[in-house]
């Protein structure tokens, strides 16, 4: 498995969700929201090598870690510094940058990136460690629907959901793999070569033709008898927003596809008007939701800290009765 997931922070406090995905060549490592140690576990060789972190909103218990994980790569030059969030991350990091003394930073070089996401268009300011971090300086805007950050071998898509204010739902796919089936290959009596390179790349038209081992060959008919396509994997992190019913026809739809949904499960079932006052979700919501989109596995995470620990079973029990391929965390084994 090349995309892999770890859910940061401990049961009833604050969380986040690191994302990995391998394609041999490259790592790259998306951490989503930054609770008040969600870190303290993750090796500083690993925090080091976060491509990308991407925030659902700016919440105390979802901003809280931040510092933590600044101060491990604030001068880090060796991969670019990108930073997601909703309308206002730009102003809410140019703030955290801002929220230390950087008398002795003339000369580095570090640059940080930061992305604002509005309805169909994101924003982007760049910020400098040798400035101290003085200027927003303008970078690129650009419309984006669905996905708006493609890396090597995967994408991210978000939706903004309503949590009172905006909150961004994330969905990481690995993009799919092609494979060129061997076995048909030798039936049709050719040997692997350069050409398939061709043929592995963009659907070609009826009429495009390449040689091969010295005969012209449809291009087209090559594909349909060679390349299989295997979909990749995706997981799905969606925290702090209201699930009302245009959210749920939203959500059903973009998950499609969607292996894993690590979902917040503030509230229970019983609370559930708490959870629509307070813009949040309930575990049986989260397990309908994922009913409904055929995913194949729900983690609940993000309980609110109003519940005991003896209550955590019962939460989780409310949801498999409707999605039994519900868990918690893997580390939160004994709740
Ligand atoms: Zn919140
Ligand atoms: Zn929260």
């Known amino acids: 498995m090349t995309l892999s997931f770890q859910v940061l922070g401990d049961a009833g406090k604050d969380n986040a969700l690191l994302v990995t995905i391998d394609r041999g060549q490259a790592i790259s490592r998306l951490l989503f929201d930054c609770g008040e140690g969600c870190l303290s576990r993750l090796p500083f ?13 700016f919440h105390m218990d979802h901003v809280a870690g931040f510092d933590s994980f600044f101060r491990c790569v604030y001068g880090r030059t060796d991969r670019s510094n990108h930073v997601w969030g ?5 102003d809410i990091l140019h703030h955290r940058f801002q929220g230390f003394l950087w008398n002795l930073v003339a000369g580095m070089q570090a640059a940080w990136h930061v992305h604002d996401l509005y309805l169909g268009r994101l924003a982007s300011h760049r910020f400098e460690l040798a400035e101290a971090f003085a200027q927003a300086h303008v970078e690129e805007e650009r419309s984006w629907v669905r996905i708006f950050l493609e890396g090597p071998g995967y994408t991210v898509e978000s939706l903004l959901m309503d949590h009172g204010t905006p909150s961004v739902a994330y969905i990481v796919r690995e993009t799919p793999r092609i494979n060129v089936d061997s076995a048909k290959l030798a039936t049709l009596g050719l040997r692997p070569g350069p050409w ?7 659907r070609a038209d009826e009429a495009e033709v390449i040689v091969v081992e010295g005969a012209p060959r449809s291009v087209r008919e090559l594909q ?11 997981v799905a992190y969606l925290t702090d927003f ?11 739809e973009a998950l499609l596809g969607v292996g894993t949904v690590v979902c917040e499960s503030q509230y229970r079932h ?14 049986t919501q989260a397990a309908k939701l994922a009913r409904r989109a055929r995913v194949g596995r729900l983690v609940l995470f993000h309980l609110s800290d109003r519940y005991r620990a003896e209550e955590w079973r019962a939460m989780l029990a409310e949801a498999q009765a409707i999605f039994p391929a519900t868990t918690f965390p893997d580390h939160w084994a004994a709740c």
Request: cysteine-free; glycine content about 6%; charged content about 25%.
């Open 224 to 234: 349909d008898a060679l390349v299989r396509v295997k979909p990749g994997d995706a």
């Open 86 to 90: 909703p309308a206002g991350t730009s």
């Open 196 to 202: 398939l390179q061709r043929v592995r790349g963009t």
């Open 45 to 57: 060789a690993e925090i080091q090598a976060i491509d990308h972190l991407l925030f659902s909103h």
């Open 242 to 252: 209201r699930l009302d019913s245009g959210a749920t026809d939203r959500l059903a």
């Open 270 to 283: 019983a609370d559930e008007e708490l959870a629509v006052r307070n813009y949040h979700m309930t575990t």
